[in-house]
């Protein structure tokens, strides 16, 4: 049976395999730029996290709730239609997704210009993620340690990919690396991952994520060759502002900022290790 609020006309209910294009249709709308394939992937993640808001039988806005193991939760895909803004729909959202959530460090990425709504609630500032964004240019060929981050064992992968995220993800990520269109390689030092970063195309190009590495120099080798893969198209890559060799790769590649969000996190901190995460995954599932 599906989780459902109802108050009048108005209920908050998950949103079901077959409706769950709407909340990436609302973002394009809302020009985020989502991934051509990223939404059935993050369905993945948490087939329980991802709620409509519906009037009167017609779905008038969305909200993320996905929930990462036992302890922490991320939310996304806040919008309501513009028709339907100020009216009190797009808070009972919100307080949905969170009240879905109790227990647990919730993590987002806002815009800044929503940062004081979300301190009310109870958010706290960790620091900025930096889009930049520019055309594709390999700057030499690819290093000889590089190998698609598909022929690696994905229990390697996984165990460091959850390394540098807020634990194991292995459902998502297997069909995040998996899915069509999606490109990867992982640097592979004596049989230990060292590094991976996958591409995926959306509507004007390429966005990278993640792109999570040991050091500096493997970060590079695996950029270089994502932007060999797809020369001359438009690429992003979404970077925390607090590691510094990250944003220096940026603009190495000639990449410019184009938009930033504030991660915020309520109910504790969570001390990821930014200084290996070069490329977030997405703004909507962190």
Same mark, same amino acid.
């Given at each position: 049976?599906?989780?459902?609020?109802?108050?009048?006309?108005?209920?908050?209910?998950?949103?079901?395999?077959?409706?769950?294009?709407?909340? !990436?249709?609302?973002?394009?709308?809302?020009?985020?730029?989502?991934?051509?394939?990223?939404?059935?992937? $993050?369905?993945?993640?948490?087939?329980?996290?991802?709620?409509?808001?519906?009037?009167?039988?017609?779905?008038?806005? !969305?909200?993320?709730? =996905?929930?990462?193991?036992?302890?922490?939760?991320?939310?996304?895909?806040?919008?309501?239609?513009?028709?339907?803004?100020?009216?009190?729909?797009?808070?009972?959202?919100?307080?949905? %997704?969170?009240?879905?959530?109790?227990?647990?460090?919730?993590?987002?990425?806002?815009?800044?210009?929503?940062?004081?709504?979300?301190?009310?609630?109870?958010?706290?500032?960790?620091?900025?993620?930096?889009?930049?964004?520019?055309?594709?240019?390999?700057?030499?060929?690819?290093?000889?340690?590089? +190998?698609? =981050?598909?022929?690696?064992?994905?229990?390697?992968? %996984?165990?460091?990919? %959850?390394?540098?995220?807020?634990?194991?993800?292995?459902?998502?990520?297997?069909?995040?690396?998996?899915?069509?269109?999606?490109?990867?390689?992982?640097? =592979?030092?004596?049989?230990?991952?060292?590094?991976?970063?996958?591409?995926?195309?959306? !509507?004007?190009?390429?966005?990278?994520?993640?792109? $999570? %590495?040991?050091?500096?120099?493997?970060?590079?080798? /695996?950029?270089?060759?994502?932007?060999?893969?797809?020369?001359?198209?438009?690429? /992003?890559?979404? +970077?925390?502002?607090?590691?510094?060799?990250?944003?220096?790769?940026?603009?190495?590649?000639?990449? +410019?900022?184009?938009?930033?969000?504030?991660?915020?996190?309520?109910?504790?901190?969570?001390?990821?290790?930014?200084?290996? /995460?070069?490329?977030?995954?997405?703004?909507?599932?962190?």
């Amino acid at each position: 049976m599906t989780e459902s609020i109802t108050k009048d006309h108005f209920e908050i209910r998950l949103a079901e395999d077959e409706e769950i294009q709407f909340l !990436c249709d609302l973002a394009a709308g809302e020009g985020w730029n989502p991934g051509l394939r990223d939404i059935e992937c $993050f369905y993945q993640a948490d087939k329980t996290g991802f709620y409509l808001g519906v009037f009167n039988g017609e779905p008038i806005g !969305c909200i993320s709730a =996905v929930k990462y193991g036992d302890d922490y939760g991320f939310v996304g895909f806040y919008i309501v239609k513009e028709p339907w803004r100020g009216k009190g729909f797009g808070i009972a959202i919100w307080n949905h %997704a969170l009240a879905s959530l109790k227990g647990r460090i919730i993590g987002l990425d806002g815009v800044v210009d929503q940062q004081d709504n979300y301190m009310k609630s109870g958010f706290k500032l960790s620091h900025r993620n930096l889009r930049f964004e520019g055309t594709a240019k390999a700057q030499g060929s690819k290093a000889e340690n590089l +190998v698609d =981050v598909k022929t690696v064992p994905f229990e390697q992968v %996984a165990a460091f990919d %959850a390394g540098c995220f807020f634990e194991e993800r292995k459902t998502f990520l297997e069909t995040w690396l998996g899915e069509e269109g999606h490109i990867g390689f992982a640097v =592979v030092e004596d049989q230990q991952v060292r590094g991976y970063g996958l591409i995926r195309p959306y !509507c004007d190009g390429y966005k990278t994520g993640p792109l $999570f %590495a040991a050091d500096p120099v493997v970060a590079n080798d /695996i950029f270089n060759a994502l932007c060999a893969e797809v020369e001359g198209h438009n690429i /992003i890559l979404d +970077v925390p502002e607090n590691n510094a060799d990250g944003v220096l790769l940026a603009e190495s590649y000639g990449l +410019v900022q184009s938009f930033e969000t504030a991660r915020m996190y309520k109910g504790g901190a969570v001390d990821l290790p930014l200084d290996k /995460i070069y490329g977030v995954t997405s703004f909507e599932l962190g």
